[in-house]
């Protein structure tokens, strides 16, 4: 099993639906959380962080927290084609690295 | 603008030749790690460094890969003798405290 788990995808939604992305963790003392935003060929870029459990909203992105389901979301509302690229989630025990998931490919079909 | 520099970003080299990937982090941030993405296997650590000390290597094949930090500006990630399965892009990402902030990466090609 692996530490970070997340559904491959595609991922396919309609332009301004709202995109819901997934990701479990294995790692009970994990208490750092990423999402991160790949474009085909580039390099991740962190979009959002969360730490306690429940919602963080940064404009259109809302990343969800429950450490007891050990389970981690990100919602994108309003999606854009923009959007569309694969999503990498990441966790973090203390001061150790960064452990990604295999990422999800969302597309956002205009 | 800060971030995270990697030269070259693009080397196609013959198997058995040695490869050299160097990286300069974020001006102030005391943490940098080397990452290795492929299709199959996704973002694998590969090795970082805190204040210049490495921390945790134990994602690299030690026969062949090293990593090191000469100096606060310059890392660098090595590869002798370089294989096929090496092909992947290598991304060197730096962290003030938290998150990563990632370099472009260096496309390695092993032919």
């Known amino acids: 099993q692996k530490e970070v788990e997340q559904n491959s995808g595609p991922l396919s939604v309609p332009e301004g639906a709202i995109a819901s992305l997934n990701c479990t963790y294995s790692d009970r003392g994990s208490q750092s959380f990423f999402w991160y935003r790949q474009y085909s060929g580039k390099s991740p870029e962190l979009i959002m962080f969360?730490?306690?459990?429940g919602d963080k909203e940064d404009g259109r992105f809302t990343a969800q927290l429950n450490k007891a389901s050990q389970y981690v979301s990100l919602l994108i509302r309003d999606s854009q084609p923009s959007d569309s690229a694969t999503y990498l989630c990441?966790?973090?025990?203390?001061?150790?690295?960064?452990?990604f998931g295999s990422g999800t490919r969302l597309q956002v079909q205009p | 603008d800060a971030r995270v520099t990697q030269t070259p970003r693009h080397k196609v080299t013959e198997m058995g030749q040695e490869v050299t990937m160097r990286c300069q982090p974020i001006l102030g941030h005391n943490t940098v790690f080397w990452y290795r993405q492929t299709m199959m296997q996704g973002l694998e650590l590969l090795a970082y460094?805190?204040?210049?000390?490495?921390?945790?290597d134990s994602g690299m094949p030690k026969d062949r890969f090293s990593a090191e930090m000469p100096d606060a500006t310059l890392a660098t990630l090595k590869i002798q003798p370089s294989e096929p399965r090496d092909s992947a892009v290598y991304f060197c990402?730096?962290?003030?405290?938290?998150?990563?902030?990632f370099g472009q990466g260096t496309r390695l090609t092993v032919v």
């Open positions: 990441a966790v973090k025990a203390g001061r150790r690295a960064l452990t």
């Open positions: 990402a730096s962290d003030p405290e938290e998150s990563a902030f």
């Open positions: 969360i730490y306690s459990n």
């Open positions: 460094f805190r204040n210049r000390a490495p921390l945790d």
